[in-house]
């Protein structure tokens, strides 16, 4: 296990469901990010933060929702979800966004039913 | 737009052989490279960081190589052993201020002991 932690590990959800995804990371970094694996398809980026502002939005629904109120947490508000956005919701962090190895949590297993 | 194509989707060695991994992309124009591996249900763990200045990066058996002429990164695997089963995955970031970082959809690697 790398010094990002995510929870939950798997969650279950209705489309009318309001749930949130935690991000920790004990490294001292000043970058966070979320992004989304789907079956078969690329890791894609949702949001990025620097020193606890968003510097990246990835033309993401605004079903999700991103907050970070410190540059050690990072969560993912859900709302109205659909089917397809089940997926495999992965955290990173870096020393900073521009040329730094980002590491990994382990992420967290979405199904919306 | 970054397009990243990783070549095969699924490998399938014999114990202690050498193999190469594949990874092509579009836009010449990168900040770095980064090669991960991800076993199943898990994140993704950082294995060897090239900057555009740079032609390749060895840690222990591995050794990544870049080509940006060409728009190709290699990862080299030595002598590979079972526990080097899982998805690899290329990752590339482009100029512009802040990191976006394109995945590519991974080669599934498999060493049969």
């Known amino acids: 296990e790398t010094g990002v932690t995510q929870t939950p590990r798997h969650l279950v959800m209705g489309m009318t469901n309001k749930k949130s995804l935690k991000c920790e990371q004990h490294?001292?970094?000043?970058?966070m990010y979320w992004y989304k694996q789907s079956a078969k398809k690329p890791l894609e980026l949702m949001f990025v933060y620097s020193l606890e502002e968003r510097v990246e939005n990835n033309s993401v629904p605004s079903r999700f929702s991103p907050e970070c109120p410190n540059s050690s947490h990072l969560f993912l508000h859900l709302h109205t979800l659909q089917p397809e956005d089940s997926a495999l919701y992965l955290c990173?962090?870096?020393?900073?966004?521009?040329?730094?190895?980002?590491?990994f949590g382990p992420g967290t297993r979405l199904t919306v039913l | 737009k970054q397009e990243v194509t990783q070549i095969p989707a699924a490998l399938s060695v014999p114990e202690g052989e050498n193999l190469v991994l594949n990874c092509s992309f579009t836009?010449?124009?990168?900040?770095?490279l980064q090669w991960f591996r991800q076993d199943p249900g898990k994140g993704l763990t950082s294995l060897l960081l090239?900057?555009?200045?740079?032609r390749e990066q060895t840690s222990g058996r591995l050794n990544a190589s870049l080509d940006k002429s060409s728009g190709r990164s290699t990862l080299y695997i030595a002598a590979s052993q079972p526990g080097d089963s899982a998805t690899y995955l290329c990752a590339f970031s482009s100029l512009g201020g802040y990191q976006k970082v394109t995945f590519g959809t991974g080669t599934k690697l498999q060493v049969i002991p």
């Open positions: 836009d010449s124009a990168i900040y770095n």
């Open positions: 490294l001292g970094h000043n970058a």
């Open positions: 990173a962090s870096s020393v900073a966004t521009s040329t730094d190895t980002q590491y």
């Open positions: 090239i900057q555009s200045s740079q």
